[in-house]
């Protein structure tokens, strides 16, 4: 079945790193995406990363994938104030029609 | 390029009434989604349409929500009766999808619908 878990919250302190941690449930996922929301506003992809794939790293942001334990992590090196956002994981299924399911989301909250 | 365009961004609406939502997807894209967001919720998938076709509604309440996306103009999210149940953000999304493999979706702004 469909269900991808976030934690709620996550607060670090500017300049450190943050990790955002996802879980999900169905093996036949194919591609796994972060998404970034900030208030009011809609969705931002950030990176997103083929099931075949361990680890994908874009500028700031390093994706990991654990496969074998369906876990999924958004790494955010040198957080800024403007990193403060919640923060969403979704997947796509094979022979899923291309629909995404999301997780609950993580607000992250940058402290000065 | 300009991204996926919803309108309206908000929308208020009495018990009863009917909301109509429109989303314009990005050039070159012929796919389009509709989610929604309940508070403090993630994005619930609703319906993937593409030109004249609905191709997955399975996230479509049974009754009085109705999706299209015709040939011409924007696609159309149709809410009869509005209850406040129905208040919510709904987000759109589009890609350009190529025939056997995913494609990224990009979203739109939202349309954040309260019904009093």
């Known amino acids: 079945g469909e269900d991808v878990e976030q934690s709620l919250f996550l607060s670090v302190r500017e300049g450190d790193s943050s990790v955002i941690n996802c879980t999900y449930t169905d093996s036949s996922s194919t591609y796994l995406y972060w998404y970034k929301q900030e208030p009011g506003a809609g969705l931002q992809l950030l990176t997103y990363i083929f099931s075949n794939m361990d680890m994908k790293q874009d500028q700031r942001l390093t994706v990991l994938l654990n496969k074998k334990d369906k876990h999924l992590s958004l790494r955010i090196a040198d957080t800024q104030t403007g990193d403060s956002a919640i923060y969403f994981c979704?997947?796509?299924?094979?022979?899923?029609?291309?629909?995404?399911?999301f997780g609950t989301g993580t607000q992250l909250k940058v402290e000065l | 390029n300009a991204g996926v365009m919803q309108n309206p961004r908000h929308l208020v609406r009495r018990r009863g009434q009917e909301a109509r939502l429109r989303c314009s997807p990005m050039k070159g894209h012929s796919h389009v989604y509709w989610y929604r967001q309940l508070p403090e919720e993630g994005l619930k998938f609703m319906v993937y349409l593409q030109k004249e076709n609905i191709i997955d509604e399975s996230g479509m309440p049974k009754e009085r929500f109705s999706a299209e996306f015709p040939k011409e103009g924007p696609s159309i999210l149709r809410i009869q009766q509005v209850v406040r149940g129905d208040s919510a953000a709904y987000f759109c999304?589009?890609?350009?999808?190529?025939?056997?493999?995913?494609?990224?979706?990009?979203f739109g702004p939202g349309t954040r619908l309260t019904v009093l």
């Open positions: 999304a589009s890609s350009p999808r190529v025939q056997g493999r995913t494609d990224t979706q990009y």
């Open positions: 979704a997947e796509s299924i094979r022979g899923g029609g291309n629909k995404l399911t």
